[in-house]
């Protein structure tokens, strides 16, 4: 397998373990679609994570598969683009997040810590993609890992709040 190749399906195994950790952080919660005001009041801040996980499980999911059957066809480069994109979106979504409860906020802290890494991956993969960069991969890959450590961190603050 081409180093490249491999950097691309490593970045997919990844994305695997983030869907663990997605499950295991918001399993039972309300996966309502996220509002779109920013202010959250205590009762609404795990629903719009929750909101959050859910399609950042369906983004990670498809950007999984996809990295994991590289192709080099149109269909490939347009399905990875619009989950990347998602990602984006989702990212800045979690940005505009204002008024967290008291109570959230150390878990808001390590949860936005990670999307600071997820977006760092959402800005640089097209480009580590398109040149097949097997150490840029490798770097998005160590900022996907971090993002997931950030993310089993919030987990375990987001289980001793109430």
Wanted: aromatic letters at 8%; zero cysteines; a negative charge.
């Amino acid at each position: 397998m081409k180093k490249g190749l491999k950097a691309v399906f490593v970045l997919g195994t990844i994305f695997i373990s983030f869907i663990v950790i997605m499950s295991a952080m918001f399993s039972g919660s309300d996966d309502t679609k996220a509002s779109e005001t920013t202010a959250v009041s205590d009762t609404s801040y795990r629903t719009e994570i929750a909101s959050q996980s859910a399609q950042m499980t369906d983004i990670f999911t498809t950007l999984s598969t996809q990295m994991s059957n590289y192709s080099n066809t149109t269909e490939w480069k347009v399905d990875t683009a619009v989950a990347i994109q998602e990602l984006r979106d989702l990212v800045d979504q979690a940005n505009n997040m204002q008024d967290v409860p008291a109570e959230y906020k150390e878990v808001h802290e390590k949860y936005m810590q990670a999307m600071e890494q997820y977006e760092i991956v959402a800005d640089e993969l097209p480009t580590a993609i398109d040149n097949l960069d097997v150490n840029q991969m490798n770097e998005l890959t160590t900022n996907m890992s971090q993002g997931n450590a950030y993310l089993t961190e919030a987990t375990l603050e987001l289980n001793n709040v109430n």
